[in-house]
């Protein structure tokens, strides 16, 4: 054989793209895992806290308490990744204990990384006759690991890489079916079905992902459309399904306990107006970040990634599979930003789309032969208009207007460095030395390669280093917290109170109670109550058994309002850290817990002794409020629930919350357990704030509708106002209260009495 020959085959063998993406997946872990290393003392860690509640809901799991997330809590549906959890369970069964269980985190990732470049090619190869030219397919290794947010991602710990290997490996199985011209049969329909389901099980957004497949397939295929479609997507969307159905046997809500915290879509105190706002907020900021500083960082590398994207729609034969990842970027940019945490963690929700965006532009590489002088002219078109989308924002900064003028229109052009330009003719040169046979293009690649390697290499370093210095942080902070509780004496000594902090229960393995929600506790809903305030979940900790109630408090102080003030007695210890760059503050201070106020205003004040109490609605608290059938409108933006500790007419401090409601909004509610033919009266408990109005309407079955009004000065003490109901008294009656005054109305307890 030729020596030419040689080097094409070799060039295009399987094995020979396996060795480079093994060796280019190896190097860039290799990279995030040292700069760990060097910053932590040679500890593993990891840089993002919500890597140790996977690690939690692991560990739980390989017990016996399927996705538990803190030991006797019961099953929380706050677990974002089901099939994580459990692949790491399996890991905790077979020895991975303690940090070694991170190790075995980043060997997934590793191998989840590796299996996806080699399915992508793979799924390439399979859309048309013939393969493409090597430099297309070696490029892919190369490109894959250019952005350095998305390598973050994918070393971090979290479901990311796996995420993103799965859905290689079934792009590769859609590459196969649509390369036939025809659906597929009943059978390799429904296992393609199956294979999508590990995508939702891995991260349930992506079930949008999962229909572009099944609609797509169903569209290139002939016969049986509709049926692809549906095997193709049933088995999916039949587990979210049963997931939810899952979440509202065990819990009470089908709705995932992340959903609740973390999307404003179910923060009943927003308006839709306030709720479009926040999406819209988003979904700009998500845009800026990934363009501008993440990929834009690589020298307006967004306008090249954007290029050869569209470049990639070049190749006839193999077209269809390009639009298919840029159909699926598109719709997870556009779903990731109904969550308000894409924001933060370096905008890792964001990073599986921008991984498709580098296969695409791979892609786009290997397709630039077999490009029609259109496709190139399309090509050109979006990077220079990238450039500009990404660059006017600078210009901007520095004062310039719309139209340019000559002299803002050179500030434009200038803020690209030369070299990028000398990169720009490279490619041409590279291009045109594809004309010389192959020593001319395994002299472009070589080149390319080098010329890619340090375009790539400044922002990558920075990466590196904040990811070790995120690690670090982890470390010092939660993970130490936790390390300090177990050498305490371990779980059994207590339950500690956290807010969505994973390493310390890790580190400790103690009980825990997440306050914030995801975490779970039963069927106590404190996941619902974080978005009405503090003084909501301190309703629900009023529930909980004195036993469960937390002996320690482990809490950012700045997040959590007067709670540290309340309801602590002293600081048992300090955790704080120099060059804070991930966590939320840069001190966690662990507190004992102080909970005597705790149901002191659940009898009370002022009620005659000859009347009994036969119904109560504690407003604020959400489970008594469901069993009440409470609501409150017509304004959504009310609705908060505030607490007051005041003196009681004993001279103790007395504790309740309630709504808050501003003038025109009402409640409404239903009180039951009276006797008919009785007398009886609803007493409103509030505290007025000034000079306060309002209005109780009471109606029910066989009784006449009943409307008092009450006019209340400011006392610095709860007031228990009583409105006196019309017999025959109902089974039920149905109360509704109207805020009348300019100020707040805030109504803190209501009791049923006769």
């Known amino acids: 054989m030729p020596v030419a020959s040689w080097i094409r085959h070799t060039a295009r063998s399987r094995w020979t793209f396996a060795l480079i993406s093994a060796v280019a997946t190896l190097t860039c872990a290799h990279g995030f895992y040292r700069s760990m290393g060097h910053q932590t003392g040679g500890v593993w860690s990891a840089p993002l806290d919500d890597v140790f509640i996977h690690l939690d809901f692991a560990r739980q799991t390989a017990r016996g308490a399927w996705l538990e997330w803190a030991p006797g809590n019961g099953y929380s549906s706050g677990a974002t990744s089901p099939l994580y959890a459990c692949l790491l369970a399996l890991a905790y069964l077979v020895g991975a204990r303690g940090s070694s269980l991170l190790v075995v985190a980043a060997l997934l990732a590793m191998a989840s990384c590796w299996g996806a470049l080699l399915a992508f090619r793979r799924g390439y190869v399979r859309l048309g006759p013939g393969l493409p030219p090597a430099a297309g397919l070696l490029a892919m290794p190369l490109v894959f690991y250019a952005v350095g947010a998305v390598d973050w991602a994918f070393w971090s710990g979290m479901e990311v890489a796996l995420f993103v290997g799965l859905h290689a490996l079934v792009f590769s199985s859609w590459c196969r079916h649509a390369a036939r011209g025809r659906s597929p049969s009943g059978r390799e329909a429904w296992i393609f079905g199956a294979s999508c389901v590990l995508l939702v099980a891995t991260r349930p957004e992506a079930l949008v992902t999962v229909l572009w497949f099944s609609l797509s397939l169903a569209y290139l295929g002939t016969g049986h459309r509709l049926r692809t479609f549906l095997t193709g997507s049933i088995p999916s969307v039949a587990f979210v399904a049963g997931l939810g159905r899952i979440n509202h046997w065990q819990t009470g809500d089908g709705t995932a306990y992340g959903a609740l915290v973390k999307l404003a879509w179910y923060n009943p105190t927003l308006s839709l107006a306030d709720k479009w706002l926040d999406y819209r907020e988003n979904l700009e900021h998500v845009l800026r970040a990934v363009f501008q500083t993440h990929v834009g960082s690589v020298t307006h590398g967004s306008c090249i990634l954007f290029a050869l994207g569209v470049l990639a729609l070049g190749d006839r034969v193999r077209r269809k599979g390009a639009l298919l990842l840029w159909a699926q970027c598109i719709s997870w940019f556009l779903l990731i930003s109904v969550n308000g945490q894409v924001r933060w963690q370096n905008e890792r929700y964001a990073m599986p789309a921008v991984a498709w965006l580098l296969v695409l532009a ?265 069993a009440h059938r409470y609501e409150y409108g017509p304004l959504r933006k009310n609705g908060k629930v505030t607490y007051k500790i005041l003196r009681d007419l004993d001279d103790h401090d007395l504790l309740d919350a309630g709504r808050r409601l501003a003038m025109g909004s009402s409640e409404r509610f239903v009180l039951r357990g009276a006797k008919p033919d009785q007398r009886a009266f609803v007493f409103v408990r509030t505290a007025p704030e000034g000079l306060q109005e309002f209005r109780v309407t009471t109606r029910g079955a066989g009784m006449e509708t009943h409307t008092s009004s009450f006019r209340l000065e400011e006392t610095g003490a709860f007031v228990e106002t009583p409105v006196p109901v019309d017999p025959p008294v109902a089974a039920e009656v149905t109360v509704e209260i109207e805020a009348l005054g300019t100020g707040d109305f805030v109504d803190y307890h209501v009791y049923f009495a006769q």
């Open 362 to 626: 791979a892609y786009g590489v290997a397709s630039a032969r077999r490009a029609s002088a259109g496709a190139w002219l399309a090509a050109a078109v979006a990077g220079i208009g990238t450039f500009f989308a990404t660059a006017i924002p600078d210009v901007y900064e520095r004062g310039a207007r719309w139209p340019f003028e000559v002299r803002e229109l050179g500030a434009l052009v200038g803020t690209v460095p030369v070299w990028w330009w000398w990169c720009g003719g490279f490619v041409v040169a590279a291009m045109l030395a594809w004309r010389f046979g192959t020593g001319g293009r395994i002299a472009a690649l070589v080149l390319a390669a080098a010329v890619l390697a340090d375009v790539t290499e400044p922002n990558i370093r920075t990466q590196r280093w904040f990811y070790g210095r995120a690690s670090k942080n982890i470390l010092e902070q939660q993970y130490q917290l936790g390390t300090w509780l177990r050498q305490q004496g371990g779980r059994e000594r207590g339950r500690v109170l956290v807010g969505d902090a994973g390493a310390i229960l890790y580190a400790s393995d103690w009980k825990g109670l997440d306050l914030i929600g995801l975490g779970g506790y039963h069927d106590v809903p404190f996941a619902r109550a974080g978005a009405f305030g503090l003084g909501a979940s301190i309703e629900l900790l009023e529930r909980l058994p004195v036993s469960d109630r937390p002996s320690l408090i482990a809490i950012f102080p700045s997040w959590w309002e007067s709670l540290p003030l309340f309801f602590t007695s002293e600081v048992v210890r300090r955790f704080p850290i120099e060059g804070n760059v991930i966590c939320g503050d840069f001190e966690h201070v662990l507190y004992r817990a102080d909970w005597s106020l705790l149901r002191t205003g659940a009898r009370p004040r002022m009620i005659p002794s000859e009347l009994r109490v036969v119904d109560e609605l504690d407003t604020g608290d959400l489970v008594d409020e469901r």
